[in-house]
């Protein structure tokens, strides 16, 4: 469930950013960027979090 909203909010991410870069709307199209970068960066990390605190994955 997980996974689908992950690839659901990449999805949508990508056509916000062919929408912005399309209009040339440039300022808003990198603070887009950096903001949806390091929010895809905190989700992939709770979810490895997540995984590892119920054991059903192990990094080493």
Partial sequence: MLVIILSRLV???VLLTLVLWRKSDL???RLFLEYSTSFHV???LAYALTR???GTWNPV
């Fill in 11 to 13: 999805v949508k991410s």
């Fill in 42 to 44: 905190l989700l992939v």
């Fill in 52 to 54: 590892v605190a119920w």
């Fill in 27 to 29: 300022g808003k199209l």
